[in-house]
């Protein structure tokens, strides 16, 4: 089984930019869907990207879109979430998820692996 673990968080003010890391071993990434979710306090965990083990799908939800960016360096074996002009309601632990299948899809539970988490933190 692949064992994740994100990087890359702080404390950043509005419109900053952050790069997520989510460095894979055990296994290669490229064998996994991987996704990238959030989870605020007091709220559910929720969808922010996808993409597929070829890397030539990705999937992003609405209240990122145009302004994350979800890739992966196959040599690094590591998958990366570029979030650029950062809103405070961005703020929350970002997690990284794999899914050992060829769909790419939204929903949490259909994630197998799973990393610790990064807080990101967006001050206005």
């Not at 890397?55 to 590591?78: C, M, P, Q, V």
């Not at 299948?101 to 994630?111: F, P």
Request: charged residues 20%; contains cysteine; glycine residues 10%.
């Amino acid at each position: 089984q692949v064992q994740l673990v994100e990087s890359g968080g702080g404390l950043v003010q509005a419109g900053d930019s952050l790069r997520l890391s989510c460095a894979a071993s055990g296994r290669t990434l490229s064998r996994y869907v991987v996704g990238w979710f959030r989870q605020a306090p007091g709220k559910e965990r929720e969808f922010v990207a996808a993409i597929s083990r070829s890397g030539g799908t990705t999937h992003y939800a609405d209240s990122i879109k145009g302004r994350f960016t979800i890739s992966g360096d196959n040599a690094k074996n590591i998958m990366y979430l570029q979030m650029n002009s950062l809103k405070p309601e961005d703020t929350a632990v970002y997690y990284c998820a794999a899914r050992d299948s060829m769909l790419v899809v939204t929903r949490s539970r259909e994630y197998d692996y799973w990393g610790q988490g990064t807080q990101v933190t967006v001050s206005s």
